[in-house]
């Protein structure tokens, strides 16, 4: 089974503060995905990478930057955090298919780090 | 822009009782379909996918039916269980778009809750 696991489950930071969500994959995806999930909003995405030091924006990248020196980890950065920043945050991972262009997989995910920015 | 959505918030089934679970989308060049299941204090948990050149798919209990001429997905639970209360939604992508099927697009969710 993918094990898709985030370092902290709940978090507690002060506005203003540097903040660093960590996650870790262990089925050697290519892809990982950083998601925030808020009531009645649903899982919107961040950020994206599909490949070490590569990065893509998602639909909400303001605020946020990403880190992936190594396939197996993605880090999540909230620069500057803000309340809000409150929100659950869900790491995700997928692999492509050898000879594919786009992975056309499931992404399997963490159960989540809860943020509470005061 | 495009969007994925759900019939109804909530519904609630007998236990044993099977269940259908709806979800509109309206992206017509989507041609990747995943349910999801996430429980209380989970992560989202991956159920059952489905591409467009299918119209059905079955798993275990479970069973997804895509009808593309109305852009519907529907899944369905058989014999449902109290493990299967959970919040429930599906996911879609298109490869036309920019990183093709990386980029998920996500319902809201259904709240299933199964009586005893």
């Known amino acids: 089974d993918v094990k898709v696991t985030q370092s902290s489950r709940y978090l507690v930071k002060r506005t203003g503060e540097k903040v660093f969500l960590e996650c870790v994959q262990d089925?050697?995806?290519?892809?990982m995905f950083w998601y925030r999930q808020d009531p009645g909003l649903g899982l919107r995405l961040i950020y994206f990478s599909y490949d070490v030091k590569m990065k893509e924006k998602g639909d909400i990248p303001e605020g946020y930057s990403v880190s992936r020196e190594k396939k197996e980890r993605f880090s999540l950065i909230l620069e500057s955090a803000s309340t809000n920043q409150t929100s659950m945050y869900l790491c995700?991972?997928?692999?492509?298919?050898?000879?594919?262009?786009?992975?056309?997989?499931?992404?399997?995910f963490g159960d989540g780090t809860r943020l509470s920015i005061l | 822009g495009e969007s994925v959505g759900l019939h109804l918030p909530t519904l609630s089934v007998q236990e044993g009782d099977n269940s259908i679970i709806n979800c509109a989308y309206s992206?017509?060049?989507?041609?990747?379909f995943i349910w999801y299941k996430q429980e209380s204090g989970k992560g989202p948990q991956f159920i059952i996918d489905i591409r467009s050149n299918m119209d059905k798919r079955q798993g275990q209990r479970v069973t997804v039916l895509l009808n593309k001429t109305v852009k519907h997905l529907s899944l369905q639970i058989a014999a449902t269980q109290p493990g299967d209360s959970a919040v429930y939604f599906c996911a879609e992508s298109s490869s036309q778009s920019n990183f093709g099927n990386e980029k998920l697009t996500f319902g809201t969710g259904t709240r299933l809750t199964i009586i005893p």
């Open positions: 992206n017509s060049a989507s041609d990747y």
């Open positions: 995700a991972s997928s692999f492509v298919a050898q000879g594919a262009i786009y992975s056309n997989q499931p992404q399997h």
């Open positions: 089925m050697d995806h290519e892809n």
